[in-house]
């Protein structure tokens, strides 16, 4: 009783601190910290890992891998970087790397595991989303299958994570122009997959 | 139309140019989540720009459960492997422990050949198990080497054996000390 009393204090304790303060506890071995991090940003990590392998089941897999990696990694924290950059790093590699097996596995296996993971999303993922957010879910999942796996990256972490070009350049690994280069050639595809499915928004048409 | 709806149209070439600076930029991404008619002139501009909004995602309470509670079983899977592997340390002190032991245990042999004698309890002793790198030692009537060193040195009728020999700077290494004077 005592215990678990003393644990809850600490968890109290620790809901306090910064997510720098969290991580550089967690360094130092604070499993409590380790967890009230895992708990803080498990929403950014699922909600940009979704956007990036499509669906919510993969995206909470994903999810936990990050953070499993995170522990691993650590003590190699550097707490002159913001963490959410160090977890976006993180999370949008291994995104990156599921989406990478995951496309060559359809391959193998056809459209059909797609299509089942569509029905399950549309009816279990989508109670967290307005009816509008989940149209445009829904559109970007659709239109986005020709985008390289960086393209896609690149664009989740502009538009709907609207982080900056140098943030983005960080997390993927390579440079600014590269950067840009991935989002004009990323916009161009959508751009013509729009065109191809959805004439409609070509003519001003939007979502609401 | 609002003065606003204007500033932020004439934006949209510099939006997707990446040459609007951050605040610039969350303006306008900003007011096209609020202005339907501008988010028609930006799908009509550029239909990558239907994207160009925070889609909000709320992840339940229960999904943030589900991962924290595999995590933590992830966490303590990594540990237990990790409290596996940090006995190696341990194992290298035992193996340099041993090592010094089995030279204690064989000086007296070597003085023995130079004609000191050999100590009557090794006479006895059969085979001997050394395992120099603090493994266990098979049991079953073969007796470990552990005994002091003027007991436990072999007569100068004793053979040493080594197996493995050459893989000693990683893996344990098992030296055999058989009486040559025993029949088996």
Redesign the interface.
Same mark, same amino acid.
């Given at each position: 009783m005592e215990l678990v009393y003393s644990q809850n204090r600490e968890r109290q304790a620790a809901g306090e601190l910064s997510d720098r303060e969290l991580a550089l506890q967690a360094r130092g071995g604070d499993?409590v910290s380790?967890?009230v991090l895992?708990?803080r940003k498990?929403?950014v990590v699922?909600?940009l890992a979704?956007r990036i392998v499509g669906n919510a089941e993969d995206a909470?897999d994903v999810?936990?891998m990050v953070?499993?990696r995170v522990?691993?990694e650590i003590h190699r924290y550097d707490e002159r970087y913001s963490v959410n950059t160090w977890l976006y790093r993180i999370a949008t590699n291994l995104s990156i790397d599921f989406l990478r097996s995951s496309r060559s596995r359809e391959r193998a296996h056809g459209a059909t595991l797609h299509l089942v993971r569509e029905r399950e999303e549309s009816s279990a993922g989508g109670a967290?989303?307005?009816a509008e957010?989940r149209d !445009? =879910?829904r559109?970007?999942e659709a239109v986005s299958g020709r985008l390289s796996e960086k393209q896609k990256a690149a664009?989740v972490l502009r538009?709907?994570?609207?982080c900056?070009?140098r943030d983005i350049a960080e997390i993927l690994g390579c440079g600014e122009s590269t950067v840009?280069n991935h989002?004009f050639n990323?916009?161009r595809i959508?751009?013509k997959e729009?065109?191809r499915l959805y004439p409609e928004?070509?003519?001003?048409?939007? !979502? =609401? | 139309m609002s003065a606003i709806c204007g500033i932020v149209r004439a934006g949209f070439d510099d939006y997707?140019s990446?040459a609007l600076p951050?605040p610039q930029?969350?303006i306008l991404?900003d007011h096209l989540a609020a202005c339907?008619e501008c988010?028609?002139?930006a799908?009509?501009r550029?239909?990558?720009l239907?994207?160009?909004?925070?889609?909000?995602?709320?992840?339940?309470a229960d999904?943030?459960a589900?991962?924290?509670a595999?995590?933590?079983t992830?966490?303590a899977h990594?540990e237990a492997e990790r409290r596996l592997r940090r006995p190696r340390g341990g194992r290298r002190a035992a193996a340099v422990a041993a090592a010094i032991a089995l030279a204690a245990l064989l000086a007296p042999a070597v003085s023995s050949r130079r004609g000191t004698g050999a100590p009557a309890a090794v006479a006895n002793a059969g085979i001997r198990v050394t395992a120099t790198a603090g493994r266990a030692v098979p049991a079953g009537g073969i007796e470990p080497a552990a005994a002091p060193p003027e007991a436990a040195a072999p007569d100068s009728s004793a053979t040493v054996y080594e197996l493995n020999p050459g893989s000693g700077r990683e893996e344990p290494r098992v030296v055999w000390i058989v009486d040559r004077g025993l029949d088996i």
């Open positions: 499993m380790f967890e895992v708990s498990t929403p699922v909600s979704r909470r999810a936990q953070f499993l522990w691993k967290t989303r307005t957010d !445009l =879910a559109l970007f664009f538009e709907m994570e609207d900056d070009t840009r989002l990323a916009r959508l751009r729009i065109a928004f070509l003519r001003g048409r939007t !979502l =609401a | 997707l990446d951050a930029r969350r991404r339907a988010r028609g002139a799908a009509a550029d239909a990558s239907v994207f160009a909004r925070r889609v909000e995602e709320t992840v339940g999904e943030v589900d991962v924290l595999s995590v933590r992830g966490v990594i």
